[in-house]
């Protein structure tokens, strides 16, 4: 399933994501991501059931600037938070040990 950083609106789970207002919202919660963050959402939404590595997201998100991992853990830690996912027991982002991140 592929949607262009300008699509409308798309569902996650039981969030609505808009990623031209950088929003994702249910029933009375509506958060405002850091436009990185939406983009890494949206490559996760792009590639659902997928495991994506650590270099792709670097690739497509950072826009293949050499990076080290630790900006990667700390985006993906935000939007755990901003979807109140948990690592540990994940409802959204899942870690796939030593190969990357599944939506």
């Known amino acids: 399933m592929k949607f262009p950083i300008e699509s409308t609106q798309f569902i996650v789970g039981e969030w609505t994501v808009e990623p031209s207002l950088d929003r994702i919202f249910r029933q009375d919660i509506e958060i405002i991501l850091e436009p990185r963050i939406m983009e890494l959402l949206v490559y996760l939404a792009q590639h659902a059931g997928q495991t994506v590595s650590a270099d792709a997201i670097a690739e497509h998100v950072w826009r293949s600037r050499a990076i080290s991992n630790q900006p ?19 409802s959204y982002i899942a870690t796939i040990p030593k190969k990357g991140y599944r939506l």
């Not at 755990?80 to 690592?87: C, G, I, M, N």
Request: glycine fraction near 0%.
């Open 72 to 90: 990667i853990y700390q985006a993906i830690a935000q939007l755990r938070k901003a979807l109140s996912d948990e690592a540990l027991h994940p």
